[in-house]
């Protein structure tokens, strides 16, 4: 057996089984605010794409996927971002979903013949981003992002000397959990490091969708890269996704783009990786990836959720609404987020995640110890229903001397 395996800790949601293993909530309904799965319908025209073209089942895909996929992702990536090129043929390739694409793509870019090798994450993080590092043989190191610097990334956190060992550096924005959406001044200090030790740049930009202000959407790596006069995305590869976009988590479909030297490299990866995508995916991919309307419309439902739900939480926890995506990172009353995990599921049948299990101890520290993780994807009035539920809970609940 490959002995890397034996270095990848627990997925967050198996260590919540085991917490909550033995205990009986009330017989009330269950509300899971856990996991980040989107909970709205999946679009008509998604669905109608995709029954409209069962005979793609009947075809080996290719791995670069059909021109008019990789037509539509272009498109969106130019229009979403205001870019003045994207080459289709070259700086764009569909995947199945960001999960896998975000752990292949370190197997593809990561040289274990250096001595040392250093892939760098935030903290806390999305946990593929740390067993990719792992099973390409690369040692995982973590920035954390906490409250009083505003959950920003502390790139001055490494000395230059580490930051020469980095071949690898995820970053997340909109951030899981946190929310915080990386600035154009943070990707200038990005790209300066990048360019200074030769790392190379995931950006996990899969809830790049949801966000509150209709005219002021997130900026995305490409997007700084344009706006900074970086010509061509040099060693720089986004991720996005339709499952938070449109509602589609079990199409296991998205898209990267960037760097076409990183992305021919990638996609002989994949090739060997047995990873194409269906063409009956990749037609009812397009059809998302070409309408807007959806889009619009499942923003706007979380955007309601967020405004019902956070006046009803401010009472009793502090959970600041984010800059983007569709959690609240929510610091717990007493600081115990296992506990009040727990301890809420007993009393309310509501479920949340302990943020330490998104997290690594960096520097004397877990930064998600303290936190949980609320996921607004149920629908609104379940989630007014587990807002109530929470607080009544605070109110409540002792807490520790």
Request: glycine share 6%; aromatic share 8%.
């Amino acid at each position: 057996m490959n002995p890397l395996l034996d270095r990848l800790q627990p997925y967050p949601f198996e260590r919540l089984r085991v917490l909550l293993n033995g205990v009986a909530p009330p017989p009330v309904p269950a509300i899971r605010l856990s996991i980040g799965e989107p909970q709205h319908p999946t679009p008509e025209l998604v669905r109608r794409a995709l029954t409209d073209n069962l005979d793609g089942l009947a075809v080996y895909p290719l791995t670069a996927g059909l021109d008019e996929l990789r037509d539509a992702l272009a498109a969106w990536f130019t229009r979403r971002y205001g870019l003045a090129s994207l080459d289709e043929a070259t700086e764009v390739l569909p995947v199945n979903g960001t999960r896998e694409a975000l752990f292949a793509f370190a197997q593809s870019v990561i040289d274990v013949s250096r001595r040392d090798a250093v892939v760098v994450s935030p903290n806390p993080f999305y946990q593929i981003y740390e067993g990719a590092a792992l099973l390409a043989g690369a040692r995982p190191v973590f920035l954390n992002q906490i409250a009083r610097d505003g959950f920003r990334l502390d790139l001055d956190a490494l000395s230059e000397d580490e930051w020469s060992r980095v071949q690898l550096l995820y970053v997340c924005s909109p951030g899981n959990p946190t929310g915080r959406v990386l600035t154009l001044d943070d990707w200038r200090e990005i790209f300066a490091r990048a360019d200074r030790h030769g790392f190379v740049i995931a950006s996990d930009e899969c809830y790049s969708e949801i966000y509150g202000d209709e005219n002021r959407p997130p900026i995305g790596g490409l997007e700084a890269s344009h706006r900074l006069g970086r010509s061509r995305y040099k060693n720089l590869v986004v991720f996005t996704s339709l499952s938070k976009r449109s509602n589609a988590p079990g199409l296991r479909s998205g898209g990267v783009a960037g760097d076409a030297a990183l992305l021919k490299r990638f996609l002989l990866y994949r090739t060997y990786h047995g990873s194409a995508m269906s063409l009956t995916v990749q037609r009812a991919s397009i059809a998302a990836w070409r309408d807007e309307t959806h889009v619009r419309e499942n923003r706007a439902k979380y955007r309601e959720k967020f405004a019902a739900v956070a006046p009803l939480l401010a009472p009793a926890m502090v959970a600041p609404l984010p800059d983007a995506g569709f959690y609240l990172w929510a610091q717990v009353p007493g600081g115990d987020d296992e506990s009040f995990t727990r301890e809420l599921f007993a009393a309310t049948n509501v479920t949340v995640l302990p943020g330490q299990y998104l997290a690594r101890e960096a520097n004397g520290v877990n930064p998600g110890r303290g936190y949980v993780r609320i996921a607004l994807v149920p629908d609104i009035a379940d989630c007014v229903e587990a807002a109530r539920r929470i607080v009544e809970f605070c109110r409540r609940r002792p807490l520790a001397d």
